[in-house]
C-alpha cells in the first residue's frame, strides 16, 4: 500500500464505519472523469481501484486507469498495466525454494557490498507448511500421529530453515504444518475481503487481494478476493516489491440460473463447470459468475469452484460480494468490524453484487444447474468429464488404449491376502484436501453415506487404500460433534494428516503385496480422489487410471472396489442379510445433509482453531534454531542448499546475445504438464537425483519427495524432465525422462545428456506442443530447465504461469506461426536451431526468425512469435531473469541512499 498516490483524478475519499475513519480511492469518484463504469466486471473494478491507489506517474499512469476505464467499448485490451497485490501466500513446497532464494540473495547482496537487510518482503507474506505430509500410515486410528512424526523427521532441515525465515525476514509469517491447507486456511481465516493498514497516522481500506504460489490460490475468489497462482519467481518480486505486470485481461461471464437437483454435488457443478470452460477456450482470461443461480450456492459451492479456474485455464474464476460473503465471515469467526467495514466498503465502490444489473463482459457462457449430472473426471485430465454410468466403458476404453492384451476382467491372486485384484481396480480412495473438503455438505455427506453403508453391513475392499485428509482441523470438529468421524473410520477412513496428500502426489506407498501383483501381472488399475489434479503420473506411479469425484462417490468407491462396477445400476455389495445395496439406498438427501450441517456447525469451531494458528504443536515449537540476517548454509545438506543464480554476477548486465547452433533436448508433444517437467512424487531410486541422494549417504527409504527437496537445486535440475510418464518424441520405444545425445549418439538420462552438451558449449531448446506447462504453478518446472542449459522452449502454445517462469528464469518462450507445428516440419531432434533479432533488441511479441540446419545440412529459415508479452518481461529477460533485475535494482537504490547518507 502507497499513501503517495498522485490521485490525478482525486479519488481520495473517507469512509466512517461504526466510529472509524478509512481513507480509500473511490471508483464513484474516478467515474465522474472516466465516464460510467458500473457495468465494468467486479474483477476489473477491484483493478481500477488498485491503479488508482498505486498511481506514480512511472509505473502506473493516468493512461493506464483510463486505458481500464476504457474496456467496456471493445471487451478487451491490449494495454498492459502494473499491477500490485496486497498480500502473498505461499505453501511450503513452492514456499522453502522461494525463502532459499531470497536467503541467498541476501548473501550475495552481502557479497557485492550490499546491504543484505534490503532484502524482505515488503509485501505481507503467509506460508502455510501444508504439502509434506505423506499417508504412509492408514486405516488405523494412530494413523494421523505416525503420519506427523515421518513428516517430521523427513523434513526437520526444511522446517527448520523455514521458522529461521519467520524470524530474519519481516513481513513474513509461518503457519505450521498439522494446520490445514493453504486454501481453505486462506478462506477460513487469512482472506479479510477488505484489507486494511496504516501509513503515518491514516488507515487505508481497499481490497484484499493477492498472488498465490499454488495454481489453486483462486480458491479464494469464492470470496470476492482477486488472486491467483503465479510462480515462485514472481511471488518473489511482488514480495519485494515490484509490481506483477500483466496485459488488462478478457473477462469471460458465466451465467448460472436454477439450483441443483436432488443428489447432486458442488463436484458434478465443478466438474461440468470446467469441461464446459475448457471447451470455450479461457485460458490467460478471468471468469466471473453471476446470475439469479448464484443465490442458491453457499460460500463453500462457490469455493469449490473457484478452486478449479487452473484446471478450467482460467486466470481466476471470482464471485462478487453479497450477503453470502457476509454470513460466512461471520459463520468463521471474523471479526464484526471487519464485516461491516466489507459491506460498507463494497456498497461504496460498487463491489456488492447487484441481482438487477449484470455486467459487461468479453463473451458469455450459460449453465442451468438443474441440468448438471452426477460425475467424475478422468483418467488423466480434469477436464474429461465422465457421467457416472459411463465410468466403466471410459475404463474400458483406457484399458484398451493401454494394449492390454489380457482378459480386462481377469482377476489374480494377492500374496498373503484372500482375495484377488485385476483391471480397473480401485488401489487408492482419497478423500484428499483443497478443492472439496472446504466444502461442508459433501465432507457430511461422505460421512452419512459411509453411516449407512455401516448400518447395512458394507465394507471397503482390502485392496484399496483409503484416507481422509481434510484441509482444515474444523473438517475434524464438524465430523466428530456430528458422529460421523466413528463410521468414517469403520471403512478405513481414518484422518491421515490436514494437507495436499494424494493429490500432489504423496500418497504413500501401496501395500507390498498389492504393488508387486500390479507390478508382475502388469496390471492397469484406477485412483478415486476428491482432488483436483488426475495427470499421468501423478497420483501414484503404479496408478494409471485416476478419477476426480465428489467425497461420497470416493467411499462409494472403496466399498465397491473397481471403477468397472456401474454404480447406477451395479450393487455395492450385500448387507448383512445377503440382499444387494445399491448406491442410491445409503445416498444421503440434501434434506439429512442440511440437518447435520445445522447442528454441528458453529462458529466457535473456526475462532478455537485459528486463536492460535502461528503457534504450532509441540513438535512445531520444540524445532530450535538460529538467529541472524544471513542463512548459515550446512555444506552436507541434502535439502536446503545456496542456488547459483547469483554466481559471479555483475552489477550491470550484460546485452542479449542470439542463440546460436542450438541442440534439441527433448520434444514434447501436446498438454505437457509441469509434472511431466518437474515432478513432485517420489524419487526412483536409479534416476539422476535418486543416484544423487545415494552418493551423499542417503538411503532410499529416506529420500522423501521431489517436491520436500525443492530447496536444493542438485536434486531438483537432476529431477527436471524425469517423470517415469514423459514421451520424448525423439525416442520411439522408450517413456521417462531420457533423450538422444546426438553428439554421441546414445540414449541418456535428460540430466546427464545437458550435462554433456554444457560442457561442450553448446545451448538447448525444448520443441513441445500445445498447452506446453500447464498444471501447477510450479517455478521449478523453469528454473530447472535454465539449470539445464536451455535458452528457449518452442511450443505450439503456452499455459499461463510456466510462460511468465520461463521469461522470469531468463529463458526465451517461442511460439510457432501459421499453424506450424513441429510434426509439420518434420523435426527429428538431430537438427541445429539459430534464433536471430535477440541481439538486435526485444520488444514484446516480436517475431524472430529461426534457421533450422537438418542433419544433411539443408536449412530452413522460419518465423517465431516471441512470448514475451510485456515490458517489464523484457527487462527481466535482459538481466537473465527477474531475481537479477531485482538485486540489481535494490543495489542500486541501496548505493544511492549511501551517497545521499554520506553527502
Known amino acids: 500500500m502507497t499513501a503517495k498516490a498522485l490521485d490525478s483524478l482525486r479519488t481520495r475519499k473517507t469512509l466512517e464505519v461504526g466510529g472509524k475513519k478509512y481513507i480509500y480511492y473511490s471508483l464513484q469518484e474516478a467515474s465522474k472523469t ?32 483510463k486505458a481500464l476505464a476504457g474496456w467496456l467499448k471493445a471487451q478487451s485490451s491490449n494495454h498492459e498495466i502494473a499491477y500490485n497485490p496486497a498480500r502473498v501466500l505461499m505453501q511450503d513446497f513452492t514456499g522453502v525454494p522461494a525463502v532459499v532464494d531470497l536467503a541467498a540473495m541476501r548473501e550475495a547482496m552481502k557479497s557485492m557490498g550490499g546491504d543484505p537487510s534490503l532484502i524482505n518482503p515488503l509485501a505481507p507474506v503467509d506460508l502455510v507448511i501444508d504439502h509434506s505430509v505423506m499417508v504412509d500410515s492408514f486405516g488405523r486410528a494412530d494413523s494421523f500421529k505416525r503420519n506427523v512424526e515421518l513428516e517430521f523427521q523427513r523434513n526437520q532441515e526444511r522446517y527448520k530453515f523455514l521458522k529461521w525465515g519467520q524470524k530474519a525476514f519481516n513481513n513474513f509469517r509461518v503457519v505450521p504444518p498439522g494446520t490445514g491447507i493453504c486454501h481453505q486456511v486462506n478462506l477460513e481465516y487469512l482472506a479479510q475481503v477488505v484489507w486494511t493498514s496504516s501509513q503515518n497516522g491514516e488507515t487505508f481500506a481497499y481490497p484484499d487481494t493477492l498472488v498465490g504460489t499454488d495454481s489453486h490460490t483462486t480458491m479464494v475468489n469464492g470470496l470476492g478476493v482477486l488472486g491467483w497462482g503465479v510462480g515462485g519467481i514472481e511471488a518473489e518480486a511482488a514480495m519485494l516489491g515490484q509490481p506483477v505486470s500483466m496485459l488488462i485481461p478478457e473477462v469471460v461471464g458465466f451465467r448460472l440460473e436454477g439450483q441443483l437437483l436432488e443428489g447432486r454435488t458442488a463436484t458434478d457443478l465443478v466438474l461440468t463447470v470446467t469441461q464446459m470452460l475448457r471447451e470455450k477456450g479461457v485460458v490467460g482470461k478471468f471468469v466471473e459468475f453471476y446470475g439469479p443461480g448464484l443465490a442458491h ?68 457462457v450459460f449453465l442451468n444447474l438443474e441440468d448438471v449430472d452426477s460425475s467424475l473426471a478422468g483418467p488423466k485430465r480434469p477436464q474429461d468429464k465422465v457421467k457416472l454410468d459411463d465410468v466403466p ?8 488404449n493401454d494394449n492390454k492384451k489380457s482378459d480386462p476382467q481377469k482377476r489374480y491372486e494377492v500374496e498373503e491376502g484372500e482375495y484377488t485384484i485385476g483391471h480397473g481396480d480401485v488401489v487408492i480412495a482419497a478423500i484428499t484436501s483443497c478443492t472439496n473438503t472446504s466444502n461442508p455438505a459433501v465432507m457430511i455427506g461422505a460421512g452419512l453415506l459411509a453411516k449407512k453403508a455401516r448400518e447395512k453391513g458394507l465394507t471397503r475392499k482390502p485392496w484399496v487404500k483409503t484416507s481422509l485428509a481434510p484441509g482444515s482441523q474444523v473438517v475434524t470438529d464438524y465430523l466428530k460433534a456430528a458422529g460421523l468421524q466413528k463410521d468414517l473410520d469403520a471403512l478405513g477412513f481414518e484422518l491421515v494428516g490436514y494437507g495436499c496428500t494424494t493429490c500432489i502426489g504423496n500418497s504413500g506407498p501401496l501395500p507390498l503385496a498389492i504393488a508387486q ?32 469425484a465428489s467425497p461420497p462417490l470416493v467411499v462409494a468407491y472403496a466399498l465397491a472396489g473397481s471403477t468397472l462396477v456401474d454404480l447406477t445400476v451395479e450393487p455395492l455389495g450385500t448387507d448383512k442379510d445377503g440382499k444387494p445395496v445399491y448406491l442410491k439406498d445409503i445416498w444421503p438427501s440434501s434434506l439429512e445433509i442440511q440437518s447435520v450441517m445445522k447442528s454441528s456447525l458453529t462458529p466457535k469451531m473456526y475462532a478455537d482453531r485459528y486463536k492460535n494458528v502461528f503457534e504450532g504443536d509441540t ?17 552436507k545438506s541434502t535439502y536446503v542448499k545456496n542456488p547459483p543464480y547469483f554466481t559471479n554476477m555483475a552489477q550491470t548486465p550484460t546485452d542479449p546475445q542470439d542463440i546460436k547452433s542450438a541442440r534439441v533436448l527433448a520434444i514434447l508433444g501436446d498438454s505437457v504438464t509441469t509434472d511431466h517437467i518437474s515432478p513432485a512424487g517420489s524419487i526412483k531410486k536409479d534416476s539422476p537425483a535418486g543416484l544423487y541422494l545415494l552418493s551423499h549417504d542417503v538411503q532410499s527409504v529416506d529420500f522423501n519427495s521431489y517436491g520436500s527437496r525443492r530447496g536444493n537445486h542438485e536434486v531438483m535440475m537432476r529431477g527436471t524432465f524425469a517423470n517415469i510418464r514423459l514421451k520424448n518424441e525423439m525416442l520411439h520405444d522408450i517413456t521417462g525422462g531420457f533423450t538422444r545425445n546426438v553428439l554421441d549418439d546414445e540414449i541418456l538420462p535428460i540430466y546427464d545428456a545437458s550435462m554433456r552438451y554444457q560442457e561442450a558449449g553448446i545451448p538447448l531448446v525444448i520443441i513441445a506442443g500445445k498447452e506446453y506447462g500447464t498444471g501447477s504453478s510450479r517455478d521449478w518446472a523453469a528454473k530447472g530447465t535454465a539449470l539445464l542449459g536451455v535458452k528457449a522452449v518452442i511450443a505450439e502454445s503456452f499455459e499461463r504461469i510456466h510462460r511468465s517462469n520461463l521469461v522470469g528464469m531468463g529463458i526465451l518462450p517461442l511460439v510457432f506461426t501459421k499453424g506450424m507445428t513441429h510434426r509439420s516440419l518434420g523435426l527429428e531432434g538431430t537438427e541445429t536451431f539459430d534464433i536471430q533479432g535477440v541481439e538486435a533488441g526485444i520488444t514484446p511479441k516480436m517475431i524472430l526468425n529461426c534457421t ?52
Not at 306 to 325: K, L, R, V, W
Not at 875 to 888: D, Q
Request: glycine share 6%; net charge negative; charged share 25%.
Open 619 to 635: 513438535e512445531w515449537k520444540s524445532l530450535s534454531v538460529e538467529a541472524g540476517l544471513t542463512f548459515n548454509w550446512e555444506p
Open 852 to 903: 533450422i540446419t537438418r542433419k544433411d545440412g539443408r536449412k530452413e529459415t522460419i518465423p517465431l512469435v516471441c512470448r514475451i508479452d510485456t515490458e517489464n518481461e523484457v527487462s527481466y529477460y535482459s538481466h537473465g531473469g527477474i531475481l537479477p533485475y531485482v538485486m540489481r535494482n535494490l543495489l542500486k537504490s541501496g548505493n544511492s541512499e549511501k551517497k545521499r547518507a554520506l553527502a
Open 393 to 400: 466403458a471410459s475404463i474400458l476404453s483406457a484399458l484398451m
Open 297 to 364: 450456492l453457499s460460500l463453500a459451492d462457490r469455493a469449490t469452484i473457484a478452486n478449479m479456474a487452473p484446471e478450467y485455464g482460467a486466470t481466476c474464476g471470482i464471485f462478487p460480494i453479497d450477503q453470502e460473503t457476509l454470513d460466512y465471515l461471520a459463520f468463521t469467526g471474523r471479526n464484526r468490524d471487519r464485516i461491516a467495514l466489507v459491506e460498507a466498503y463494497a456498497k461504496e465502490q460498487g463491489l456488492w453484487r447487484d441481482a438487477k444489473v449484470d455486467p459487461i463482459f468479453t463473451d458469455t
Open 517 to 548: 501383483t500390479i507390478d508382475y501381472h502388469e496390471l492397469t488399475v484406477a485412483a478415486v480422489l476428491s482432488g483436483n489434479r488426475n495427470f499421468e503420473g501423478r497420483i501414484h506411479p503404479q496408478v494409471k487410471l485416476n478419477y476426480l
Open 34 to 65: 472516466l465516464g460510467d463504469i458500473s457495468h465494468l466486471p467486479y474483477s476489473l473494478k477491484v483493478l481500477l481501484e488498485n491503479l488508482l491507489r498505486y498511481e506514480d506517474g512511472v509505473t502506473v499512469k493516468i493512461e493506464d486507469i
